[in-house]
């Protein structure tokens, strides 16, 4: 389940991890980003003009000059989620004009980059300066070919409600110097639908639809949950000026919705679609992948039928006298009752802690434990579980939150056992260890070990490094042994293990349904095939499928789960093949930790020494 890049990528939010837009794109990338601890504290460069005094120097001052001068300044948001709260008055400006200025700076960015040698750079600096290159020719990418500022609707919504929940999450300062900021936001938001108005052109039906279908959740979130969040602010003019900027913010989202539902839904006939040439590219620079389309598809298909094959072989030794169908029905129904769900989780906790000390399969590096609470309103239609860390150069505020999207209220009995089952005996052992331990809470908490990473390091990372490090500690764990240390039985371990497979086969159906929605590699395939193979070929119920397929639209790479997996158990088992008797597993995780978020390519050449094919 995704982290989310909010930024997200969260991400959130999600990052998480999708980029649907140039804005979200950073705000995703920076959940990827918050994986790296604040061991840091900025310091703003002197004015300087660049000077021949060799490329190390040269690389450094302009990675220094894109983050004040790019980076946060056409997303000030992510300032905000970063740590850096200078720009915690600023919202990101949402106007064509300001994606032809974000376009016309990175182009510059990459032409003063291209002049550096890279081989003239040490290791560790060659690999940011590919990392860095490769980020900014992404933004490009998102900016003038994919276009999202003109086909997603929900990125305005959900983009300014990110932002002030930024804002409200933690205590970084006191609650009226907050509320101030919260303000100054706030008066800036009516004008970004002003924009969106103007910037939307025959988006995506399916863009509009998720738009319509979380405005009720950000509509929700001003009228309840900000002045929740700052009910301990004392400031009377603060607290004058908010109930005017709030009121005009609900305001300003319920105008959207009505327009987004008489206006541009009737008009939305635009293609999600990247097309192959732009698929290849977005994955080249996002995950440093260049396996060409085909050969990848095959990849995920041969995982997939491994997967469904084990899962039949492990479900006939629980019942043989059931099809693996009828084992998956029955194991939906063995989950919590959704008020107790959270509390589940977290029961999970200490048990994963213990394995993970007693078999020696990672240092973990802290002994506070994640938050765990219910996921924000505007990230509960495409997530249902999600780490939401501190930013790297959060000094003030260093909680981090397990999100849970918990079932609808509105949602009839049929449709909350159908999403419940997503929470099984064994999923949700494997979300638990996805998200916490040891995935990614894990590796947010080791990035206050490495206390030398670069700025590009902390504030750019690869979704097949931490969503990939995360999915294969849910297979690494059991193949340790752990669902035999908490069950109460072999039947239970069983179940367990076929929780696991079934995450497993959700992630298979991403990687296929990803490259076949989007380039049409393997076959095109519509909306509702690509929800038909959720069900069918991915084991999941219909709620899920449908909850998938709309993400996979934005979401175009989330294939990087199982690409970044595949791409860590090879690493790992060339490693040990190199080291022979030598190899300890611990050793290898807690080197990989250390080498920050970066493309799994990057680790390869850094741990084997050598260039080799990452899969």
């Known amino acids: 389940m995704p982290l989310s890049f909010t930024a997200s990528i969260r991400f959130v939010r999600a990052r998480v991890m999708g980029l649907p837009s140039s804005k979200l794109a950073a705000m995703r990338l920076l959940l990827l ?25 040269t690389f450094h001052f302009l990675s220094e000059q894109y983050f004040r001068d790019i980076y946060f300044k056409y997303s000030p948001t992510s300032g905000t989620s970063a740590g850096f709260h200078d720009y915690d008055t600023q919202l990101e400006d949402y106007s064509a004009g300001a994606a032809k200025s974000e376009a016309l700076a990175l182009h510059a960015f990459e032409k003063k980059l291209t002049e550096i040698d890279p081989s003239a750079l040490d290791a560790e600096p060659a690999a940011d300066y590919a990392l860095l290159l490769n980020y900014v020719r992404l933004q490009l990418l998102h900016l003038e070919v994919i276009r999202d500022w003109e086909k997603n609707a929900d990125n305005y919504s959900s983009g300014v409600t990110n932002s002030i929940f930024v804002l409200m999450e933690r205590p970084y300062a006191p609650a009226n110097v907050r509320l101030r900021a919260a303000v100054e936001r706030e008066k800036l938001i009516p004008q970004v639908f002003v924009e969106a108005r103007k910037n939307l052109k025959n988006p995506p039906k399916v863009y509009t639809e998720i738009a319509i279908q979380q405005i009720d959740g950000d509509v929700s979130f001003f009228e309840h949950d900000v002045p929740d969040a700052f009910k301990d602010a004392t400031d009377p003019q603060a607290k004058s000026d908010f109930a005017k900027s709030n009121a005009a913010v609900i305001a300003a989202l319920k105008d959207y919705g009505a327009w987004l539902k008489s206006d541009l839904l009737p008009r939305s006939n635009g293609d999600f679609r990247y097309g192959a040439d732009t698929y290849r590219k977005a994955l080249a620079y996002q995950e440093m992948v260049d396996t060409p389309l085909d050969k990848l598809l095959q990849i995920g298909l041969d995982d997939l039928h491994k997967n469904q094959a084990e899962f039949a072989r492990v479900a006939k030794e629980v019942d043989p006298t059931k099809t693996p169908q009828q084992e998956l029905a029955d194991l939906a129904t063995v989950h919590p009752a959704p008020a107790k769900l959270i509390d589940a989780f977290h029961a999970e906790f200490a048990s994963e802690i213990d394995f993970i000390h007693s078999h020696h399969i990672i240092t973990i590096p802290t002994e506070v434990q994640p938050t765990l609470e219910e996921t924000p309103p505007f990230m509960r239609a495409t997530t249902q579980a999600s780490m939401d860390p501190p930013g790297p150069y959060e000094t003030h505020s260093t909680k981090a939150y397990f999100n849970v999207t918990l079932p ?46 670069s ?11 931490v969503e990939g490090w995360a999915h294969y500690c849910e297979q690494m764990m059991l193949d340790e042994g752990f669902a035999r240390v908490v069950a109460k039985d072999d039947r239970e371990a069983k179940l367990i293990k076929l929780g696991q497979l ?8 991403r990687f296929v349904v990803a490259i076949r929605m989007h380039t049409g590699v393997g076959g095109p395939l519509t909306l509702e095939q690509a929800e038909d193979f959720f069900v069918t070929e991915g084991y999941q119920a219909r709620p899920i499928a449908e909850v998938e397929t709309k993400r996979g639209t934005s979401d175009a790479l989330y294939l990087y789960y199982t690409l970044g997996k595949l791409e860590i158990m090879k690493l790992r088992e060339d490693l040990r093949k190199k080291q022979g008797a030598a190899f300890s597993l611990q050793q290898f995780h807690d080197d990989f930790m250390r080498q920050g978020t970066v493309p799994v390519s990057i680790i390869r050449k850094s741990m084997l020494h050598e260039s080799s094919p990452v899969l």
């Open 502 to 509: 079934q995450d497993a086969l959700l992630r298979d159906a």
């Open 408 to 453: 609808d209220p509105k949602w009839d009995a049929k449709q909350t056992e159908e999403y419940m089952a997503a929470f099984n005996v064994g999923t949700l052992i494997s979300t638990s260890v996805h998200e916490a331990y040891p995935g990614h809470y894990v590796q947010f908490a080791w990035t206050h070990q490495v206390t030398d990473q």
């Open 455 to 465: 700025k590009v390091r902390l504030l750019i990372g690869a979704a097949t490094n």
């Open 33 to 57: 980003a918050s994986l790296a601890a604040a061991a840091l504290v900025a310091t703003p460069l002197p004015a300087q003009h660049l000077s021949a005094d060799g490329a190390p120097q």
